[in-house]
């Protein structure tokens, strides 16, 4: 019976381990993204365009892939209000590639929701 409890106690220990792990190597990884984003100097000035932001957030989960050749920029095509009632006409999700850089259309958006989840997930925890 202790032998199972002290079982169980190791393999908790090991899966605390395990994520603390997984989250170190990710806020390294986001960091070198960061890292990258000043080097371009995507920082500097105004981020009020879509397509700024957007290419911020890439370059940042893109991580230490940017130090391998990958340059993502994003494309972002927001529609303008047209003044007549209905919903707006939405283009498919997708992206594109263009030489080493890889052009993210409205799938960003999404991806930007995921990274603001990621982020509250680890300041609770």
Known sequence: MISAA???LQETRLLEVAVRLGT?????????????????HYYNGSIASCTKASTIVVTILAGPLNYVGVNPKVACHVPQP????GPPDRR???CSVRGREVLVDEAVPELAARVVTAQQVLEVG
């Open 6 to 8: 002290h079982d169980a």
């Open 24 to 40: 170190a190597l990710l806020v390294i990884w986001l960091i070198i993204g960061a890292i990258a984003g000043a080097q371009r």
């Open 82 to 85: 047209s003044g007549r009632p």
């Open 92 to 94: 498919p999700a997708g």
